[in-house]
């Protein structure tokens, strides 16, 4: 079946770091894929997209690119910041199920 | 634009009580989701609705109803609370954009049943 499987957390980053998080994704056909930020006591937000196959999505500084060669969507970014501290969610979107799958999520703590 | 908007923010339940969680959401969206969020296990769909009129179970519905009252309202009602219920919830909502669908969440609703 469908499914996503993201790198475990806790990953602890000094400021100004790079950061890489690894998502790979089982999926039929070609889902469309995301990354979702949630901070500290909120609800997810959408944080960047990819919808086919050398897609890359970017946002804030972050980028991930829809390899489906890897079936792969790892997020990255250059220079972390503390206030990137957040639990961070990858996901797919199969249209025959109409639903999004998501990974366990990633917690990402950054300090100064 | 609130967006999409939840309440309770917070519920303590003891089990075998009854409870709705409400959602509305503002932005004309079809399609709306019930989610939970327990530790180590990411999202998971409980209930959703693709439009007004229609609901279909996730992927862990035991336990749980909803009711899709109207184009804006998804609700989400335990019958008789369990520890195991214990978790955070999510809805969200969305409509088709060019290639799969973006979906906006709400703040959750934190519920811990004893």
């Known amino acids: 079946g469908n499914s996503v499987t993201q790198m475990e957390g806790p990953v602890t980053l000094s400021e100004e770091a790079f950061l890489t998080i690894n998502c790979t994704y089982t999926?039929?056909?070609?889902?469309?894929l995301f990354w979702y930020v949630q901070y500290p006591g909120e609800g997810l937000q959408l944080l960047l997209k990819?919808?086919?196959?050398?897609d890359k999505g970017s946002n804030k500084g972050f980028e991930a690119t829809y390899r489906k060669e890897t079936t792969s969507f790892h997020l990255e970014k250059g220079s972390v910041q503390v206030s990137d501290s957040a639990v961070y969610f990858c996901a797919l979107f199969y249209n025959q199920g109409g639903k999004l799958i998501f990974g366990q999520g990633t917690e990402l703590s950054v300090k100064p | 634009n609130a967006g999409v908007t939840q309440t309770p923010k917070f519920q303590v339940l003891k089990t075998g009580q009854s409870m709705t969680l409400q959602c509305a959401q503002d932005m004309n969206h079809n399609s709306m989701y019930w989610y939970r969020q327990d530790p180590g296990m990411g999202l998971r769909l409980i209930y959703y609705s693709a439009s007004e009129g229609t609901t279909d179970k996730g992927e862990v519905p035991n336990g749980y109803n909803v009711s899709r009252l109207n184009k804006r309202e998804f609700s989400l009602r335990l019958e008789s609370a369990a520890p195991s219920q214990t978790s955070v919830y999510f809805c969200?909502?969305?409509?088709?954009?060019?290639?799969?669908?973006?979906?906006?969440f709400g703040p959750g609703t934190r519920l811990t049943v004893t």
């Open positions: 969200a909502s969305s409509e088709k954009g060019a290639r799969g669908y973006e979906q906006y």
């Open positions: 990819a919808t086919k196959a050398d």
């Open positions: 999926a039929t056909g070609y889902p469309s």
